[in-house]
């Protein structure tokens, strides 16, 4: 909204000679337009929005203070205003007389027009400010002027404050409050609530400050105007204080960001439970098979430690039982470390059933080999034209009896097939020839 600006005018002249009729003339011109200004001014200033607002709203602290004085002011300013526009008809009035002033109307005229011959009333405000004065105080018309510019710029200048702290702050509060009100349905469909979430929290405090902070400024706007650091003598030369408002909005950004990453949770916790559900299930398979092939190596192989095995993890099972229950429930804030947690978990269980099976199954895979390694040999042996050998039969006869045997002695098994392949390399040797020595 445009904002009239001071009066125009300038500091009286005092002890000036007599006026000359052109020079009266041009003075009372310039004085009309002076007055035109000054009553323009007065009446923008009237209408001004911002005072408008002032005079209905409940304030308090440093407006409140400075608002009185400032009406105080303003009184004032009419009250000189009409002293003014009463001097300058009076002024008029002897001019219009006569075409051609007398040396004592133009005497008469030089004294109201530049000399101290204006009574002012009393116009002392509690503040001691611009356009106090004395009681019966006596003024020149271009010093009453002056002294209406010092009334105006000053009332201008806390009407201009307040209504640029208005026009600024709270229609920026209450979108910032729309925000946090979308924020907090966001963070309540996600589980960060006040008292289970420290950004549930965040969002409490953040709705309170933004409550006080909207109502401090309605009450008080001129506790949030930062004057100009230029010193300019302007009205409203300065901006309205946005700190508290600005840490609000970094403060419910900060907690945006947060709520967006438990969003990117709910959007592949199902993914992610799935593929936990499987790792834990093939763990289980494993552990399953481990303790079956364990009852087969007691029952096939004899004299051989076999390691117990363990059940399936029942911490695991129910930590995910929980999982799934955040996840119903929206609990992302409690689901994404869980979440994490279970998934490094579950792969060191599947990694413990895996060995657990291999330490099981050990004894079958000695068992395995040795019959690989008997039958190797038995066909070597046979290629060589010896499968008939009698100790190669009856050696081979005993390490099959014993591997192919239940329960199987590994370590006479073992002996037995060490046997077997001595007596074939043995036999596969060729006999060395007798060299006959000179008779």
Not at 318 to 346: G, I, K, M, V
Not at 351 to 378: F, I, Q
């Amino acid at each position: 909204m445009g904002v009239p600006g001071p009066f125009p005018g300038s500091p009286g002249k005092p002890d000036a000679p007599v006026l000359s009729r052109e020079e009266v003339d041009r003075a009372l011109a310039r004085l009309g337009a002076e007055y035109e200004a000054i009553e323009t001014s007065l009446l923008a200033l009237q209408d001004h929005a911002g005072r408008r607002l002032l005079e209905g709203a409940d304030l308090s602290g440093t407006t409140k203070e400075r608002w009185a004085a400032t009406e105080r002011s303003i009184t004032v300013l009419w009250s000189l205003f009409d002293t003014y526009t009463a001097a300058l008809e009076a002024a008029r009035e002897l001019r219009a007389r006569r075409r051609w002033p007398s040396p004592d109307d133009l005497a008469e005229l030089t004294r109201l027009l530049h000399g101290d011959e204006i009574a002012v009333p009393g116009t002392a405000s509690e503040d001691g400010g611009p356009g106090s004065g004395p009681p019966g105080e006596r003024l020149s018309l271009e010093a009453l002027v002056e002294r209406m510019n010092g009334l105006y710029a000053r009332s201008l200048d806390v009407i201009v404050a307040a209504d640029a702290v208005w026009s600024a702050l709270p229609a920026r509060i209450d979108l910032l409050s729309a925000e946090l009100q979308r924020t907090r349905s966001l963070a309540h469909s996600v589980g960060v609530r006040p008292g289970e979430h420290p950004a549930g929290d965040d969002l409490e405090r953040i709705t309170g400050e933004l409550v006080r902070l909207r109502a401090q400024v309605i009450a008080d706007p001129l506790a949030f105007w930062v004057s100009s650091s230029t010193g300019s003598s302007a009205p409203g030369g300065g901006r309205p204080d946005t700190g508290r408002y600005d840490r609000a909005a970094r403060a419910l950004e900060d907690i945006r960001r947060e709520i967006a990453a438990v969003l990117d949770v709910r959007q592949d916790a199902e993914q992610r439970l799935m593929q936990l559900r499987d790792v834990l299930s093939r763990a289980d398979r494993t552990l399953t098979e481990a303790r079956q092939a364990r009852g087969e190596v007691l029952a096939k192989i004899a004299a051989s430690e076999v390691p117990a095995v363990s059940g399936p993890s029942t911490a695991l099972h129910e930590q995910l039982a929980a999982a799934a229950d955040y996840r119903r429930r929206a609990q992302w804030h409690r689901l994404s470390p869980l979440l994490d947690s279970l998934e490094e978990r579950a792969e060191d269980e599947l990694h413990r059933a895996r060995e657990s099976l291999t330490a099981v199954t050990a004894p079958l895979a000695v068992r395995a080999e040795l019959r690989g390694r008997l039958d190797a040999y038995k066909a070597k042996v046979a290629r060589h034209g010896m499968a008939e050998d009698p100790l190669l039969t009856e050696r081979y006869d005993v390490a099959r009896r014993m591997l192919w045997s239940a329960p199987c002695d590994l370590r006479a098994a073992e002996h037995a097939v060490w046997r077997y392949q001595q007596a074939a390399a043995e036999a596969l040797v060729p006999p060395q020839r007798e060299e006959r020595g000179d008779s």
